[in-house]
T-cell receptor, first 111, second 114 residues
Framework: RKEVEQDPGPFNVPEGATVAFNCTYSNSASQSFFWYRQDCRKEPKLLMSVYSSGNEDGRFTAQLNRASQYISLLIRDSKLSDSATYLC????????????FGSGTRLQVQP | SAVISQKPSRDICQRGTSLTIQCQVDSQVTMMFWYRQQPGQSLTLIATANQGSEATYESGFVIDKFPISRPNLTFSTLTVSNMSPEDSSIYLCSGGVANTGELFFGEGSRLTVL
């Protein structure tokens, strides 16, 4: 079983739509959680951290359910520029802070 | 934030040769890592680059195949040794500060082995 699992998509949505991505992780000792964004042929970049209380950044809302080992990302009012691959990321331990990446969910927002 | 520069950005190499990728960070980071991203796949951690000491390798990666150096806080190298076509991939250097969640990535080195 992969440490971090995501639906690969692609999710094809029209502009203005709301879309949600889910992610599960297998290691209950995982400490920190993030969503990264990777554009085609570019390096990953941090989109937002994910907290147990849930957090929002503009059109983006992230939530964490530790009991279910489940992370979500909600994008409201999708823009063409949101088209990218969204990577669910967890840290395996607090010592080295190495990140474990999911395989990513591809989003294509269409006009 | 940190800006991470990698070189070469791409290379085409012959089977059996070795290639060294350099990574330079513009500010001091406590953590540096090397990842591999194969076509259509996500990132796989190769190793943690430790300043002044041997790197810490993940399962499936060994020092003889992927020797890593980190002589100071802002510079690291990854060598892909005795290359085979299976080593064709994008190799990404990343850096971050301990106790923060964010890793910054270089643009990657796209390696093709013939």
């Amino acid at each position: 079983r992969k440490e971090v699992e995501q639906d690969p998509g692609p999710f094809n949505v029209p502009e203005g739509a709301t879309v949600a991505f889910n992610c599960t992780y297998s290691n209950s000792a995982s400490q920190s959680f993030f969503w990264y964004r990777q554009d085609c042929r570019k390096e990953p970049k941090l989109l937002m951290s994910v907290y147990s209380s849930g957090n929002e950044d503009g059109r983006f809302t992230a939530q964490l359910n530790r009991a279910s080992q489940y992370i979500s990302l909600l994008i409201r009012d999708s823009k063409l520029s949101d088209s990218a691959t969204y990577l669910c990321v967890v840290t395996r331990d607090t010592g080295r802070r190495a990140l474990t990446f999911g395989s990513g969910t591809r989003l294509q927002v269409q006009p | 934030s940190a800006v991470i520069s990698q070189k070469p950005s791409r290379d085409i190499c012959q089977r059996g040769t070795s290639l060294t990728i350099q990574c330079q960070v513009d500010s001091q980071v406590t953590m540096m890592f090397w990842y591999r991203q194969q076509p259509g796949q996500s990132l796989t951690l190769i190793a943690t680059a430790n300043q002044g000491s041997e790197a810490t390798y993940e399962s499936g990666f060994v020092i003889d195949k992927f020797p890593i150096s980190r002589p100071n806080l802002t510079f690291s190298t990854l060598t892909v040794s005795n290359m085979s076509p299976e080593d064709s991939s994008i190799y990404l250097c990343s850096g971050g500060v301990a106790n923060t969640g964010e890793l910054f990535f270089g643009e990657g080195s796209r390696l093709t082995v013939l």
